[in-house]
């Protein structure tokens, strides 16, 4: 039968086997899953493959190493040690009959958390780029007078200060709406929150220019969450053009290199908006220059050619007034002989007109002759007619009808003259 044992003489077995049976120290690559500093600094190790957990466990730095190891590897790597990291760490295995298992770390290699950070930042930008994200918000042109700002960041950074401090004060007296949109900048917190403040923005995008994410302040700061996908992700769809200022110069992070521009410092966002409408400003005052000596010179120029043309008309009216006097002078002379003749002429008709008057019959009937027709013809002798003729006699006022009863012939020199008896 198999001895009994106590909880407490188990675990001391168990640690008995892991202090003789295990080396003294161990190189391990793992990611932490959670960080508590409490004087020491306690973790949660996890190994992943892909969002699976495949082992975890946890361990410790002891207060004495931590406080230097913590400040080298931030030295190095540029990013605290935090939740998400993957480090590559030396670590004995120990075990307590109380507490049960856990890693004693007793050295980081930075390097290894470096070339893990680039690898998952290069993994990052090679998927942004091939959902067509990285560059599309540098596809959004910059604003000509960007002057109504978005800020994210938070409102205790140094780089914040900075930021207001060169808008407010800028030697141009420009003015800006600038409007905080409050963010934490480093830790666990502060993916949520910077993605938080960056869909705000989207919806308040009819009322701003540009948005400037900063930072700063101290020295080298934890740039980790910058390196983030969904952060990235936002930033692609906004329809505003987004200023990276988080304020660092030795490394690129993810949103540096989505964002539509990427300068050093928070102050250098406020330069570079300074400068786009002082640029702005010297184009307009360039333009307004060369319009004005364009017209200037447009107006001399024309004025020249106007005068030129008014010399050269004044002379060719000149030339034609002379040229014409003489067949003006001509067609007067005809004119004036062309209405003597006219003259001439309105007096023979005239005369003509008074001798036809007199022929004209109705004068002939106004002084008591008369005309006799038979079957509409004129008669002029009584050889024209016959007993029992109608005739119709015209006279200067009316008209008889009458039928011929007999015919005289009188005398006359040269034709024979017939008296007609009619009866009307």
Not at 85 to 106: D, Q, T
Not at 306 to 329: A, F, T
Not at 331 to 357: H, M, T, V
């Amino acid at each position: 039968m198999p001895e009994i044992l106590s909880l407490y003489e188990l675990n001391q077995v168990i640690k008995s086997v892991i202090d003789t049976a295990l080396p003294q120290t161990f190189l391990v690559t793992a990611e932490i899953a959670s960080l508590d500093i409490k004087n020491h600094c306690w973790m949660t190790l996890v190994d992943k493959d892909k969002d699976t957990i495949k082992a975890e466990m946890k361990a410790v730095i002891w207060a004495d190493r931590y406080k230097t190891l913590s400040v080298e590897f931030k030295n190095a790597a540029g990013v605290e040690l935090n939740k998400g990291i993957k480090i590559l760490f030396e670590a004995s295995v120990s075990f307590h009959e109380r507490y049960g298992l856990k890693l004693n770390i007793s050295n980081i290699d930075p390097s290894y958390t470096i070339g893990e950070m680039a690898v998952k930042r290069k993994e990052i930008l090679e998927r942004l780029a091939k959902e067509g994200l990285k560059d599309r918000n540098k596809l959004l042109e910059f604003p000509l007078v960007p002057q109504k700002i978005g800020i994210i960041s938070s409102s205790s950074a140094a780089g914040y200060e900075d930021l207001m401090s060169h808008l407010t004060n800028n030697p141009f007296g420009y003015k800006f709406y600038c409007k905080l949109y409050e963010a934490v900048m480093q830790g666990d917190r502060a993916e949520a929150s910077i993605i938080s403040a960056l869909n705000q923005c989207i919806k308040d995008a009819s009322h701003l220019d540009v948005v400037v994410i900063v930072r700063g302040g101290g020295g080298q700061a934890d740039l980790h969450c910058f390196d983030s996908y969904e952060i990235a992700r936002a930033i692609a769809f906004s329809p505003l053009p987004v200023i990276s200022g988080i304020g660092h110069e030795r490394d690129i992070t993810v949103v540096d290199e989505v964002s539509n521009i990427r300068v050093k410092t928070p102050t250098a966002s406020a330069d570079l908006i300074i400068t786009r409408i002082k640029d702005f400003e010297d184009m307009m005052d360039e333009l307004a220059h060369s319009l004005v000596h364009g017209i200037s010179r447009l107006t001399s120029d024309l004025r020249e050619a106007l005068s030129h043309l008014s010399k050269n008309l004044e002379g060719s009216i000149r030339r034609d007034l002379l040229n014409n006097n003489h067949g003006l002078n001509t067609f007067i002379k005809g004119l004036r002989y062309s209405l003597k003749f006219i003259d001439a002429e309105i007096e023979r008709l005239k005369s003509r007109e008074s001798n036809i008057g007199h022929l004209n019959p109705i004068n002939v009937l106004k002084r008591g002759y008369s005309i006799t027709y038979k079957n509409g013809k004129a008669i002029k002798s009584i050889s024209d007619v016959q007993i029992g003729d109608d005739l119709k006699t015209t006279l200067y006022k009316g008209e008889l009808m009458s039928k011929v009863k007999s015919k005289k012939i009188t005398g006359g020199n040269n034709e024979q003259d017939t008296e007609l008896q009619r009866c009307h």
